[in-house]
Nanobody, 119 residues
Framework: QVQLVESGGGLVQPGGSLRLSCAAS????????MAWYRQGPGKQRELVAA???????HYADSVKGRFTISRDDARNTVYLQMNNLKPEDTAVYYC?????????????WGQGTQVTVSS
């Protein structure tokens, strides 16, 4: 069982920045593929970014060039740096951990953190 705790959400104006953090309880954090998903109002949950255990990163087209995923295996933490935020980025952001795959919505989930982009 892996516990994930997200933090860093909040209200920000368009064009602003936020950094989300996800702390994991996994004893072998580096063996997990880590990802951020989001679910906007009235929308389905979607993959935002992933950082695999092999070191590759993947982004949704809508966030490429604006968001950056990173991980610190020594701190069991994954981050999502979000720049140039847009109102359409408003969503609950969820951290995901899976030891076998990524992008399939399997594995472990955090409770989510709300990001609201509004003037």
């Amino acid at each position: 069982q892996v516990q994930l705790v997200e933090s860093g959400g909040g209200l920000v104006q368009p064009g602003g920045s936020l950094r989300l953090s996800c702390a994991a309880s996994a004893s072998i954090f580096r063996a997990y593929n880590m990802a951020w998903y989001r679910q906007g109002p009235g929308k389905q949950r979607e993959l935002v970014a992933a950082f695999t255990k092999f070191g590759s990163t993947h982004y949704a087209d809508s966030v490429k060039g604006r968001f950056t995923i990173s991980r610190d295996d020594a701190r069991n933490t994954v981050y999502l740096q979000m720049n140039n935020l847009k109102p359409e980025d408003t969503a609950v952001y969820y951290c995901n951990a899976d030891p076998r795959t990524w992008g399939t919505e399997s594995g472990y989930w955090g409770q989510g953190t709300q990001v609201t982009v509004s003037s």
